[in-house]
């Protein structure tokens, strides 16, 4: 196959547009209601306006005009040109009468006739038409298919003067406005089509007698001409008309011609056919595969016969032009050139495309109903409504022809449905087996299935040799099924990333060109999945995530993916992403709630660290409550073993797990501690602390506060370790902190304590609050704190001398301000008071 | 910013767009110039007429709207020149009118007006040579110059180059294939060259084109006449006066016809007619009807009527009559005829050899020693005389037409007489192809009488 590209596809697809255009407004114009005598002309407008026919039960046949007459003269006026004759004719309107001198049989006569209503389409024309959208679309597809490949572009090219010759150069010629332009358009296309078939024929299937030549290194100065002969090819005949005109213009030597183009651009279209029909059997000849060469066999044959006999017929019988005889003998065989041109195609794979015969066939029906549907349409409306102004008016035909194109996607369907089913029952069962592969993915909760799926059952419905499965883990993307071959890890790519996201479905590696340059990395790893066997690669993801990559080796045969199975391939893989990740989430969530059930047990073991009941002998209450932000928490309360008087409350740094494991080492190491030590003296057991909570790393603090009483019983003792100051409620309401010496810094944050005991005396009634910071940055819904003044004023408002109240009327302010807000964090408080 | 531009180039597309329609509009909707310069709005209405007038052959018509124009605005130089080339030349009318012109101040005039008075007082003034190369130059740089050409194909045609005029016209209605005078010219071109198809194609387009006209009626019917087929040409004819029921030439070419089908009370009623019709009435004073009577009774056999008609039509004429002269001839009264033919020499004499009207006056003078000899006899060189005179004549026109049959089927006689009878009946097969039944139909009692012993 020619390989060679051309950024030619944009301009030929205006070019096509423009082409599907004109051939529709040369359709629609010949159906506006306009005053029709009933003539339909010869193409030869160099010989006046020469009668080819005449409608059955026209004004022309009623008044007796005949084929062969030629029209001088319409409503008085002597007519110059079809375009004048319309102008003339535009001017009355349907129903009145006119004046026609008429050239017959060497005298001039004149007759009155009526003028009727336009219909100068009749089955043959609605052939020629359907043959000639059976091309485009056959070309377009072509195109659209393979949009780099020169054969296509001019196979497409040509497939669009076939469509503006059939359409425009057979239209039967009317007096519109639109005819001279319709017709020469009809006309260049004739002349540039054998420069079209030619060029096409030295291409297809692949331009092997010029490679042949070529790499042998003969005939050099050929093989250049050839590269670059096709600027000749379509000059020439415009050149020869140019010249047959000037001759008979300027010389006066008039040469016969033939629907409006010289007899010379006959031939010419003659000879380029049989060399293009020489070059496609030398092209034939060095195909070594059997398959190809009777593709190409056909091709030749159905240009043999689809265009032989038009060529033919116009060149030896000219005067049968326009007649039945020439329409069965000359125009309808040329239906065999797109049937066997997308037979060959489609059967022999001559292009890799086997969508065309269906979109082809599928199209030719639809057109062929369309069309049917609009004359019919038209048919019934002028029958039932005869009378009717409806029928005279210009809307209807535009109604009409909107409620037709309504129709024609359903239509459409219904032919795709029957003619899938009748011709390409192996791609129904394709896509078939496609879609149920989709919906067992959808049904699949566990994902090591739809792995299978993926990287198994797929390959073996698609052709591809094998597929492999990366998934995401962390910065990486790890093998999880596919061959051993295939390295196991892949880094994560970002660029790669960006580029499957824009392109999505499936990337093949030979189509990443400007990334690859873009980025050595991907370039790399491209490099090292293409050594591996891999051509192509498509992203999983869902909306939330990416979820991972699948790897796709070649095609068991040559041909790429089509437009639906790429669609299908993509679905697929959507489905694919979103059951991976079902079955992801699945698995997270499990590992979430067995995480959840052990947090739950350890919140268990920490609430029972904290003692039911404090006591402080000698006349002293204690009241405790200790609130973690999370499930678990870093906050506790403990009653030392000894002295019998010693409460201890901490606050690790962290919250959650890490806070909870950090609080059970410091309780821990408190309890053990006192246990060890002969004499416990609270600044040496929070050294102590300090040291072994400062051992474990890991930046790790523990605040402390311990309350514990005087050896007479009426002094409070406390020690503070970066916790807040305690708050002392006078009996007369005023609240201050207590007194702290300046090294109070938390257990683990210097190696060196040097922590100090202080002491104050309470009078009976008189309390002592202690508290984590978890109090005063516990949060208000509009997110202020609650702060130390307002924790004063809890106080000092709270008149009680009861540390239990103390303790429940702070909670409660704290429970107020939150509003149910999770706390901040935990929450400790111990409250002292000395009894009377 | 490029949404911006985007705005703004199709704001101005937009733009452009609209003053281009907006131009066109009013552009389109502009009234054209007159081309005719006069500050009487009347008198251009009655100029307007005229040129309608002129442009149906109705000449008479056409004077009585110019002269009216001129009245209305007497210095309307177009209408003193249009009235000045209605009459003849050598008319002191026409020199006087354009004299007239001779003094008008070309400043203001429009450009058809500057060029249609150089052209027509340059050949007013006898130098139609300078006349014709001034209008070709002048059609150099304006070729689509319709009325230019028009005018230019006219000099063609009054010089009867018939070749250039052809060609002329030919150009003309490729550009305006509805221009009836130039199918006109055309008919009759072909016509006086014997194309009678393509000269009848012509007349019928011509009464396609213009069918309320008297004109394509009339010509047709004079062609119709020459081709023997009198049913459509007396129809054709009455048509044109049905059109036009003052249309002296389809009266006039109604006797013909009448007199070429030998039907003579048919002609007694045409010529009553004719003599009937008030705006012909300038054809009895020229004894035009007076000699188509001489001529009824002469081809009737009634040779004495014939002789006194001839004897009061045109008494004090200066030119040669053919039925005078043939009466002399035959009735032996060779002075007379030699009279005859000194008019006709005379007539010849003074016309210049460039004139066209030189060649019919020398075919005439042919005609009549041709005439004058086959009396005497001398067969072999009255053929002679009359042979030439037939090379130099044409079928242009019912009247000149006649002639050249007339002179014919005396020629074949002579051809005859002389024993030339293979010339004979190859002369008599040519005009049977023109017309079948003139041979049969247009009997000539004096050539009977010859042909019997003596008139």
Known sequence: METRRLDLTPVLLLFGLLAFGLAGLSITDMFLPRPYDGVVLGKDRGSGLKVRK???????????????????????????????????????????????????????EELNLELGRRRIGDGSYFYICSLGFAFFFVGLFVLVRQPGLLTSQVFYFMCCLFLLFLVCWMRPASYSGIDAAV????????????????????????????????????????????????????????????????????????????????????????????????????NAQRIDRSRERRGVALVLLGSLFGLGPFVVASLLFPEKNGSQAFFVAGVMPLALVPVTFAYAIVRFQLLDIRVILRRSLLYTVTTALVTGLYAGGIAMFNAVFRDSRLVASGYFPIVLALAIVLLFDPVRRRVQRVIDRGFFAERARLQRAMLDLGEAMNAQADPAAVVRDLVERLPQILGFRFAALYLRRGDRLERTAGPAELPLHLPVLKDLDHFLERDSGLTRLDRMGSLLLRSPEVAHQVEVLRASGVRALADLASRRRRIGMVLFSGRRQASP???????????????????????LLLEERTQQAELEREIEIAASIQAQLLPDRLRIPGGWRVAADCRPARIV???????????????????????????????????????????????????????????????????????????????????????????????????????????????????????????????????????????????????????DFFGEERLFDVVARTETQDPDRLVAEVLGAVDAFTRGELLYDDLTLVAVSRAD | MRKTWWWISMVGVATTVALGVAGYALWSFQDEPAPWTTRSPKALEAFDEGIWNLSRFYFRDAVVQFERALELDPDFPMARLHLALLHEEGDPERDRLMEGLATVNAEGMTEMERWLLTYWLTRHGGDVEGARTFLVGYLEGRPDDAYARFTLCGDRWMAQDWDAAD????????????????????????????????????????????????????????????????????????????????????????????LMAADFDGADQAIDQLEGTPGCGFLVERGYVCDLRAWRAYLAGRTGEARKRVAVCRQDRSFASLLIHRMAAMGGDLAAAEAEEALAAEALASTDETDPAALLNEAILLHLQGVRTMVLGDWGKAAELLESADRLNNYWGLERAIFKLFNRLNLIYCLERAGRDGEAEALREQVEAVNPRYLEDYRLPDLEALAGGGW
């Open chain 1, 54 to 108: 005449v409608i059955p039960d026209s004004g022309a046949m009623s008044a007796g005009l005949q084929p062969g007459d030629e029209i001088v003269g319409i409503g008085r006026e002597v007519v110059r040109d079809a375009p004048h004759a319309a102008r003339i004719l535009n001017g009355y309107r349907i129903g009145d009468r006119v004046d026609y001198l008429v050239r017959r049989d060497g005298g001039l």
């Open chain 1, 183 to 282: 017709l020469s358009i009809g006309t260049s296309a004739f002349l540039l089509l054998p420069s079209a078939f030619l060029h096409f024929y030295m291409l297809f299937p692949r331009p092997a007698w010029l490679q042949e030549m070529d790499a042998a290194g003969r005939f050099r100065p050929v093989v250049w001409l050839f590269r670059r002969a096709w600027l000749w090819i379509y000059a020439l005949p415009l050149m020869v008309f140019a010249a047959s005109w000037a001759v008979s213009k300027l010389l006066g030597i008039r040469q016969p011609w033939l629907g409006d183009v010289p007899v010379t651009s006959w031939w010419l279209l003659a000879l380029a056919m049989m060399a293009g029909l020489w070059a496609l059997r030398a």
């Open chain 1, 561 to 583: 993916l089509e437009e639906d199975e790429s669609q299908l391939l993509q679905r697929l893989l959507d489905q694919a992403s979103l059951a991976l990740e079902t079955g």
């Open chain 1, 633 to 783: 928490g870093g906050d506790f309360f403990t009653q030392l073993p000894r002295p019998a008087d010693a409460i201890v409350y901490g606050d690790v740094s962290g919250k959650s797990v890490s806070g909870a494991l950090v609080m059970m080492a410091a309780h821990e190491a408190l309890l053990s501690l006192t246990t060890a030590m002969d004499q416990v003296v609270p600044s040496r057991l929070f050294d102590l602390a300090n040291e072994r909570i400062y051992s474990l790393g890991g930046r790790r603090f523990v605040a402390l506060g311990y309350f514990g009483t005087s050896e007479d019983g009426k002094r409070l003792r406390y020690l503070v370790a970066g916790q807040p100051p305690p708050l002392l409620r006078r009996l007369d309401g005023r609240v201050e902190e207590l007194k702290l010496p300046d090294h109070r810094l938390p257990l683990g944050a210097m190696i060196d304590g040097r922590y100090q005991e202080m002491e104050i005396e309470m009078q009976p009634g008189e309390l002592v609050l202690g508290y984590s910071d978890g109090v005063t940055d516990a949060r208000s819904p509009e997110g």
């Open chain 2, 167 to 258: 060609a002329c016209y030919r150009k003309l209605i490729e550009m305006h294939p509805n221009w009836v005078l130039a199918q006109s010219r055309l008919g009759y071109i072909a016509m006086a060259r014997g194309r009678f198809d393509e000269a009848e194609e012509h007349f019928l387009t011509y009464r396609y084109i213009a069918p309320d006209q008297a004109a394509p009626y009339g010509s047709l019917g004079q062609l119709l006449t020459i081709r023997g087929r009198y049913d459509e040409a007396r129809d054709s004819l009455g048509e044109a006066l049905a059109q036009k029921g003052d249309y002296c030439e389809a009266h006039v070419s109604r006797v013909r016809l009448s």
